[in-house]
């Protein structure tokens, strides 16, 4: 167990969206977290990053209070990417991929043969080699995340958060970017957490669900116990009939209408 | 594949941007010869070198160690500090039309020279000058306190902007108040805001030298975490750069560089929103080449525009400062019309 949050409380302002929530990352899976618009997934994924201090309770990582370990180290070991990030107009490929290398470098040590070697491999693995030189505004959306994702890489670290990482992007574009994952998770067996909007992409490339309403974890498994027509008429108040995906033998859900 | 397409490709443009950087350090160069021998009395560069290396006492050695030097150094220090001050604070607020004196430090300064003239009876210039940094940082830490205020766990550059608006305006308007009464405070005013970097003397030089070099030493150290900000605080924040340090030696490194400038020059328009755009079409985004650049763009920049001042109205001189909002102008208008405005 790397990642945990134990009886998490976050929110923001007066509001609180998630309250005493309890989650374990099995290391060395994909999981994907779903739930309906403002149920907090992206909230408890901003906390496992780091990136929300819980109001309550704690996230762990490798058994440390997360926000006890310097922010650098933390980096070392968890990427992070959230959702639509905003690049500086002009920025290579290949400068952004640098940059992953951030936690590594000093002011004084700028670039080294292991930076160098992380950034050809997250260029490599992400296929934007021969796109490297080329300005992230020209690429198309799923060019853009991949190369996103490839600065996360380079970033060398065995745990990855991705949120909505498949927003903004075309069906094609979905299944390069979730290929993509897949694949970073399959070669150097990393642990792989994404906040999912479409079910039937989670079910195909997560190894285990997450289905959270109203800032609290519904069920938690694998995708064929998850996906169930009484769950999705629980959690988002859909009638749905459940089928096997004939290409990935995962669930499929077919919407019939809002559950009344 | 990936090995060797990325190798090749980081040297070459090593080497680019070292040669970049030389070619503007010699731009530099040229400009600090023009600068030492272009005036009302030229003086030509065999001899201003005779000056400084074995001076005679001569009327011509006299101007070029007692005035040319002097008024040639502070505009070295000045346009490194603005060129530099200005990329940090484009790059801070991610936004293209930033300049330096967004922080309230301009206005701090004048304010604090001002006040000081009616309040405290201060004469010399050196002493408007310390009241003048002493104005501009205590402006800037108000600015980043009340920016603070507003954003969630720390400033962000939203706040920053709008609180460095408001106590600009709020210290203009105490500036103005104070001016229309005094007419002494006016003369120093009038005289400051024109921007000039003549008639400083050594004294000044020495005066605001180490605020430059620390604001610039603090710059460099602001760049590698500036470059994470500017994928985004939420990514920088995963790379495990902390914001709040970031920002904090971002706005004391702006507040060092700007105020000592415009305490010693007075207001330098242009050259904070010009100079870093410059550099960023040689540069890229890379905050580590990018403030090198604006720095030495900035000396240029600001050193030719002060020989222009010399030789355009004989026998009189134009002020830098009004050079540069002449030549500067026009140039900005063409910068944003030739392309879209830059996202930072």
């Known amino acids: 167990m790397r990642l945990q949050a134990a009886a998490v409380k976050l929110g923001y302002g007066e509001r609180t969206v998630v309250d005493g929530l309890d989650l374990v990352v099995e290391p060395g899976t994909v999981t994907a977290i779903i739930g309906p618009n403002g149920c907090g997934k992206s909230t408890l994924l901003r906390a496992l990053g780091r990136l929300l201090k819980p109001r309550g309770g704690e996230v762990l990582l490798d058994g440390k209070r997360i926000d006890r370990i310097p922010t650098r180290e933390v980096a070392k070991v968890l990427g992070l990417l959230p959702q639509a990030p905003t690049a500086p107009e002009g920025l290579t490929v290949a400068d952004l991929v640098v940059r ?77 970017v979730l290929e993509l994952v897949r694949r970073l998770h399959q070669a150097a067996d990393r642990t792989i957490v994404m906040v999912l909007h479409d079910l039937n992409l989670a079910a195909r490339y997560a190894d285990r669900l997450v289905a959270m309403r109203e800032g609290r974890v519904i069920i938690a498994g694998a995708p ?26 995962t669930p499929l859900v077919i919407p019939i209408g809002p559950h009344r | 594949m990936g090995a060797t397409a990325v190798a090749p490709r980081s040297h070459t443009l090593r080497h680019r941007r070292l040669l970049l950087l030389t070619v503007l350090l010699g731009a530099v160069c040229v400009t600090v010869v023009l600068s030492v021998t272009v005036g009302s009395r030229p003086v030509p560069p065999a001899d201003a070198w005779q000056a400084l290396t074995a001076p005679a006492g001569t009327e011509s050695h ?31 607020t991610r936004n293209p039309l930033a300049d330096p004196g967004l922080l309230g430090v301009t206005q701090g300064a004048a304010f604090a020279m ?16 310390w ?16 920016g603070m205020v507003g954003g969630r766990g720390g400033p962000t550059p939203v706040t920053l902007a709008l609180a460095g608006t408001a106590v600009s305006a709020f210290l203009y308007a105490l500036t103005s108040a104070i001016v229309l009464l005094d007419e002494q405070a006016m003369d120093v005013f009038r005289f400051w805001q024109a921007g000039s970097i ?20 603090l710059a460099m150290v602001n760049a590698p975490g500036l470059n994470a900000l500017s994928l985004g605080e939420d990514v920088a924040r995963g790379l495990g750069q ?103």
């Not at chain 1, 190369?147 to 909505?164: H, K, P, V």
């Not at chain 1, 998850?226 to 033998?249: H, N, Q, S, Y």
């Not at chain 2, 001002?114 to 000058?129: P, W």
Request: hydrophobic residues 55%.
């Open chain 1, 100 to 176: 992953g290398r951030h936690p590594h470098q000093t002011w004084y040590r700028q670039w080294s043969s292991d930076d160098e070697a992380a950034v050809s491999e997250a260029l490599a693995m992400t296929g934007l080699a021969d796109l490297a030189e080329r300005p992230l505004d020209e690429l198309s959306g799923g060019q853009r995340q991949r190369a996103w994702i490839s600065m996360a890489l380079a970033q060398g670290t065995d745990l990855l958060l991705l949120d909505e990482p498949t927003t903004f992007l075309d069906l094609a574009h979905q299944v390069e």
């Open chain 2, 62 to 92: 006299i101007i070029v160690r007692s005035l040319r030097v002097p008024r040639t150094v502070l505009g070295v220090l000045a346009g490194l500090a603005l060129g530099v001050a200005g990329a940090l604070m484009q790059g801070h």
């Open chain 2, 131 to 146: 009241f003048g940094l002493a104005g501009a940082l205590i402006a800037s830490v108000g600015v980043f306190a009340l």
């Open chain 2, 242 to 344: 902390r914001i709040g340090l970031t920002r904090g030696v971002g706005v004391a490194a702006v507040t060092l560089l700007t105020g000592a400038a415009v305490a010693a020059c007075g207001s330098l328009a242009f050259v904070g929103l010009i100079v870093p755009h410059l550099a960023r079409s040689l540069s890229g985004t890379d905050h580590r080449w990018l403030l090198p650049y604006s720095g030495l763009i900035g000396v240029a920049l600001l050193l030719l525009a002060d020989v222009i001042g010399r030789v355009v109205a004989p026998p009189g001189e134009l002020e830098v400062g009004v050079v540069l909002a002449l030549l500067g102008a026009p140039f900005f208008v063409a910068l944003v019309r030739r392309r879209k405005p830059v996202r930072l």
């Open chain 2, 198 to 217: 003549a008639a400083r003397g050594p004294d000044v030089v020495w005066q605001v030298l180490p605020f430059v070099v620390a604001g610039l030493v």
């Open chain 1, 224 to 249: 064929h116990e998850v996906l169930t027509e009484e769950l999705l008429r629980e959690v988002f108040e859909l009638d749905a009939k459940v089928i096997t995906d004939p290409v990935a033998g």
């Open chain 2, 114 to 129: 001002v006040a000081s003239i009616i309040l405290l009876g201060a004469q010399s210039l050196l002493a408007y000058i």
